[in-house]
């Protein structure tokens, strides 16, 4: 049962971004730019009871136009109606999301021991209202992961969504690795052996440590063109940049595989306190891979503790995320709000 519905907003001014109003119908809540009639609701579970008399209202559309306003919208709401009620159908250019594994990981309101198959149904709902939400042109970045006594969510989670989505792209978040200094050889700056990131050790004869996650990237044609050298790699050898035309920029792009490791912190309940979070830094090069220049609206269905909302502040994009509870969305927004502030 999600916690009472609410709502909060964060506005950053000067951004890459402004936005158009893209309400329909009338309504008693505001959401253009000028006019917005709410900061913070408190209207039950049912977002409808906020806007009696009509469905269509309050569908909106952030729009990051150079010069101008980004809006950040925080909905603590389940995502399902919040999405198909709140955000205009094909406005979103970006998901990157992480929903629940059902690997029976203890969050706060939401239950992950529901069966399989209840799981995967839902899966296959969710998604199908996302993809209303997106624009032709849009991508979903999905990162998921699993536990070695249960290796098969992802690619069950992969599978239900193949009627749905063509799956354009496979990247694999490597939160730690280790390099051994003799298979690099003689290699620049790589003078000895290499153990970086974090994971979580597995104390087990027949299992090795989980030190990576799935990020799939689901699009509606299979043929969407993306910005790889906007988190691309420098080549090591200066060479291949004057020998090759596309090696122009100094970069080359960087691959499907993607260290990205979690901050060091001294307390996981102050500073992390939620059970299943990612790095702001993999919704920031999912947003970048797809293209700045192509993106006004990022949407998070399963925002948690709102790292894509952090990844937005930094990058000056619009931002649309839900969460059903009321201490990840507190955190969510608070997080958020500090980092707007700090700009
Ligand atoms: C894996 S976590 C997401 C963590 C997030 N990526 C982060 O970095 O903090 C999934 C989140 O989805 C939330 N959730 C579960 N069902 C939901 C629903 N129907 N609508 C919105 N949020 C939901 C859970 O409470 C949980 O916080």
Redesign the pocket.
């Given at each position: 049962m999600?916690d009472a519905f609410r709502h909060e907003t964060i506005r950053i001014e000067g951004g890459s971004g402004a936005i158009s109003d893209a309400r329909i119908g009338e309504s008693n809540l505001r959401f253009g730019q000028l006019d917005f009639g709410f900061d913070k609701l408190d209207l039950g579970a049912d977002v409808k009871e906020a806007n009696p008399g009509s469905d269509e209202c309050n569908l909106r559309s952030a729009r990051s136009n150079p010069g101008s306003e980004v809006v950040l919208d925080f909905y603590l709401?389940?995502?399902?109606p919040?999405i198909r009620k709140l955000v205009e159908p094909g406005s979103v250019d970006v998901v990157?999301?992480?929903?629940?594994?059902n690997l029976g990981?203890e969050?706060?309101?939401?239950d992950?021991t529901v069966a399989r198959d209840e799981y995967l149904a839902?899966t296959v709902k969710?998604a199908g209202v996302v993809k209303d939400a997106m624009s032709d042109g849009g991508s979903l970045f999905l990162?998921i992961g699993s536990k070695p006594t249960d290796p098969w969510v992802p690619f069950e989670v992969a599978e239900v969504l193949r009627p749905i989505f063509r799956l354009q792209n496979v990247i694999h978040w490597v939160k730690s690795i280790a390099i051994a200094k003799e298979d690099v050889g003689d290699y620049g700056t790589i003078v000895s052996d290499v153990a970086i990131g974090h994971y979580k050790p597995i104390n087990s004869r027949r299992f090795v440590n989980d030190c990576h996650e799935y990020i799939f990237h689901f699009t509606k044609s299979g043929d969407v063109s993306l910005d790889r050298l906007a988190i691309g790699v420098p080549y090591q050898d200066e060479s291949n940049v004057k020998r090759w035309k596309a090696a122009k920029e100094g970069l080359r792009c960087r691959g499907n595989t993607w260290f990205i490791p979690y901050e060091t912190i001294q307390s996981r309940v102050k500073e992390?306190p939620?059970?299943?979070?990612?790095?702001?830094r993999?919704?920031e090069m999912c947003i970048q891979l797809h293209g700045l220049d192509k993106v006004n609206i990022v949407l998070?269905?399963?925002?948690?503790?709102?790292?894509?909302a952090i990844a937005c502040v930094r990058l000056g994009v619009g931002f649309t995320g839900?969460?059903?509870?009321g201490v990840?969305f507190d955190e969510?927004y608070r997080r958020a709000k500090s980092e707007a502030d700090a700009k």
């Open positions: 999600p709401e389940d995502c399902i919040g990157v999301t992480s929903p629940p594994y990981i969050y706060g309101a939401y992950d839902w969710w990162n992390r939620h059970p299943a979070t990612f790095p702001p993999l919704p998070d269905p399963f925002m948690g503790l709102g790292n894509t839900f969460e059903i509870d990840y969510a």
